[in-house]
């Protein structure tokens, strides 16, 4: 929205009934919505808490005696009835307390993002959507006065390309911050949210994300994410959970040439501080939902909007994971691929991977053994029109010549490492507009990947502290003493 002063933005005069809601959860922001409620006694009288840890509950018991406070949702009376339920709980707890609370309400808003992943997301909607309930998954950057002028700019010019920065400070305990999931679940989820805003729901073709893990904490604390979406338009992401400052800025680039920014010329010392408006924008706003019913207000959050982050999340853990290209719609139908190698490997691969974890999307349509088939026989499977690829496991000397035949033959192609001649062989690829993958396993490691990316940040940050790397390889298959065997069978994974 251009103006921050429309009608969906200011207090509608309507009933002025008060709403008796319940507060879940009261740890920091929950204790911050409880001040927001309470000064709003006209519209707002908070008449339960819920709260599983036992001294937030004994705090609740000293500071508001008149409120009851319950352990858990299950502890609630049969029968209570609130005109709303506000969620404030880790991410984590969200489906067990919005589906519980379907019993209590009409109305339940939650801090975002709806759910941990987009299958809970997903059941979260559908239980609500059977239950009658109204369920609003709140992004409080979307009533920002300076986010909502320069989505007004897109208006005049399409974006052309966005950059938006999210730096969390204070630190957050690691305990807790385990609880909200890596940076994608719980700080970049935001930008997810405003990169479907600005782009008016659409989203991206693809994305690639890198993620760290700076304090050991066994989640990414430190993440990077390019959306990429058709005409070259591209919206860059970064947050980080420890910086030395709070942060949240957007940039954008529109197809005209003009740039405009908002968020870094305002510094803030917390993200409280910093959205304090739109966060209370926000509760005026549920106020008005529950007084007036959902359809009396433009649709600020949107389901589909709610799903679509969730997706993006699980697609950018994929990403940083895997450290690769991860798309929003891949092809649906299954890749027919034939196999070429039946040795240990080669069958390895096909009860494994091919037939196994991966039957959803590979099918093995031919296989062949190299030492059974004439050159005629397999070139005439390489051109078999029902074939997308070709997944090599022979022997290795023989691997050049079998990727030149599947490349002459148009097909695309996995060989097992190593590839001799490989230069040659992807200048070929290259001008078939092909893709020629060497199926270096190691890559696709999650601990060597995490390794990897904790080296690199160290490189880049506190240099000093790599004196070293040591790689070790130790395999106990082979009984060979063929130096040049060993070189190119085992010791190219560490070369890699």
């Known amino acids: ?273 910093r959205f304090d408006p739109a966060f209370n924008r926000e509760v005026d706003y549920f106020y008005r939902v529950m007084a007036n019913g959902i359809d009396s207000e433009p649709r600020v959050f949107l389901q589909s909007d709610d799903l679509a982050v969730a997706q993006l999340i699980d697609m950018a853990m994929r990403s940083a994971e895997l450290h690769a290209r991860v798309y929003t719609n891949p092809q649906p139908r299954k890749m027919r691929i034939a196999r070429v190698g039946a040795g240990g490997f080669g069958e390895f691969m096909r009860e494994n991977a091919m037939e196994g974890a991966n039957a959803d999307v590979i099918e093995i349509a031919a296989s062949a053994r190299r030492r059974t088939h004439t050159d005629a026989q397999l070139q005439e499977l390489f051109e078999r029109q029902d074939i997308d690829g070709v997944y090599i496991a022979a022997p290795y000397p023989e691997h050049p010549k079998l990727v030149e035949m599947c490349l002459n033959a148009g097909k695309m192609v996995c060989c097992e490492k190593p590839v001799l001649d490989l230069e040659r062989l992807q200048a070929l690829a290259k001008s078939k507009d092909l893709p020629l993958m060497v199926a270096y396993h190691r890559r696709f490691d999650p601990e060597f990947i995490k390794a990897r990316n904790y080296l690199t940040y160290l490189l880049e940050t506190e240099p000093a502290k790599v004196d070293q790397v040591i790689v070790e390889s130790q395999d106990r298959g082979d009984t060979s003493d063929d130096n040049a065997h060993w070189i190119r069978c085992a010791c190219c994974h560490d070369f890699d």
């Open 1 to 273: 929205w251009p103006d921050p002063n429309r009608r969906c933005f200011s207090p509608t005069e309507a009933t002025m009934n008060k709403m008796r809601i319940c507060l879940v959860s009261l740890g920091r922001m929950g204790k911050y919505r409880l001040n927001q409620f309470l000064a709003r006694p006209e519209k707002y009288e908070v008449v339960a808490f819920v709260e599983p840890a036992e001294a937030l509950r004994a705090w609740a018991a000293e500071e508001h005696p008149a409120i009851p406070c319950y352990e858990s949702m299950e502890a609630i009376p049969a029968g209570s009835q609130f005109d709303g339920i506000w969620c404030g709980a880790p991410t984590s707890a969200h489906k067990a307390v919005i589906l519980a609370g379907c019993a209590f309400t009409k109305n339940i808003y939650t801090e975002k993002p709806m759910g941990m992943t987009a299958q809970e997301a997903t059941e979260i909607h559908e239980h609500c959507s059977r239950s009658g309930v109204n369920v609003i998954c709140g992004w409080m950057r979307r009533m920002d006065a300076g986010f909502i002028e320069l989505k007004g700019k897109s208006s005049v010019s399409p974006l052309k390309e966005a950059r938006l920065i999210s730096k969390d400070y204070p630190d957050v305990p690691i305990d807790f911050l385990k609880t909200l999931g890596s940076i994608y679940q719980d700080l970049c989820c935001h930008d997810f949210n405003l990169a479907l805003w600005l782009m008016d729901g659409q989203m991206p073709i693809s994305l690639v994300a890198e993620g760290i893990d700076e304090k050991n904490a066994e989640i990414f604390t430190l993440g990077k994410c390019t959306l990429e979406y058709p005409g070259d338009v591209k919206i860059h992401m970064a947050g980080s959970r420890f910086s030395d400052r709070f942060e949240v800025s957007m940039n954008v680039t529109l197809q005209n040439g003009e740039v405009h920014s908002s968020g870094a010329e305002n510094p803030a010392e917390n993200f409280f501080d």
